[in-house]
């Protein structure tokens, strides 16, 4: 078996220990950092928000590399990088809510970085997410991280069975609480650094700001109207609105109002009741199954609409390339553009597979 490994090294604590935990288990490690944008006259200063793909990261991950003993490259991947946030831009504008991370997990961390690791003639790549990879009867089974606070099986659940098989995740099996405690223990530089932000190139967490700078000219205003079809008031763009959003509307209907739907044709936002954002149904297109070859009839799930929503009972229904999924339940904010992930629902640490949320 090759036991080189290629270790995607953001800087932070994860990805430092996962380096330091498959060197001790006798893999032959190299670290790789993937610098995504300009960072050669960002200053080498400890902030308090921690982000990824910095110049101070870049220099944390040299440094954990350095004191755990493994080569160390930075490769440069700000073209590849640029795709993903045309990604997240064009996602607003067409009325959905972008997930990036996810994208970038599919195109370029799990992508990108096993073309290199190929070049190197290394048969694996690892991280520092907190997910578990087995092999089931011939198929690459992805499960939930032990520490379920951690857990980021949502975020991978779009990594097909060529990605799986070349994939270690040596803290699927570890807590976080584990991970700090061994990188003080090696006193490691990124021992006390920070949580990633969720969003790593919108350095303020200011999506609306990004979106302001980067697309300017597609930002136009329109309407914000009620179910009816009534003009309730002007909005700035509709990519400054997502399903669910309460705040910041600028209307007064003597109720609570809520971002209901989004119709990028009409350049409208529709606004409606609590009630009115509930969904009994919704579709799934672009599918990616993990756990079996295909959806050949209805089975009950349990499925997830967005990183922090906790898993609720469905049924989901093969329909064509894409599934219906059907709620015991009505739900509330179901968002076109983030994904719906499906796990067993006799094992619920099983992903059985994923895809995107559609607005029909």
Known sequence: MNKKVVVAMSGGVDSSVAAYFLKECGYEVVGLFMRMGNIEDEPVEQSTTQGCCSFEDACDARSVAS???????????????????DYFCQEYTDGRTPNPCIICNQRLKFGKLLDFAQALNAGLIATGHYARIELLNGRYILRKGIDKSKDQSYALAQLNQNQLAKIIFPLGVVSKEEVRETAKELNLKVKNKPESQEICFVHDNNYKRFLAERIKDQIKP???????????????GIQNFTIGQRKGLGIALGKPAYVIRIDPDCNTVVVGTQEDLLSKQFFVNDLNWVAMETLAQPIKVLVKIRYNHTPVTATIFPVNDSVRVEFEEPHSAVTPGQAAVFYDKGDDEVVLGAGWITRD
């Not at 080569?71 to 946030?85: A, R």
């Not at 329109?222 to 700035?236: E, F, P, Q, W």
């Open 67 to 85: 004191n755990i003993g493994i080569p160390f490259y930075v490769l440069n991947f700000q073209k590849e990088f640029e795709k993903v946030i």
């Open 222 to 236: 329109g309407n914000i109207i009620d179910t009816a079809g009534n003009i309730l008031t002007k909005h700035n």
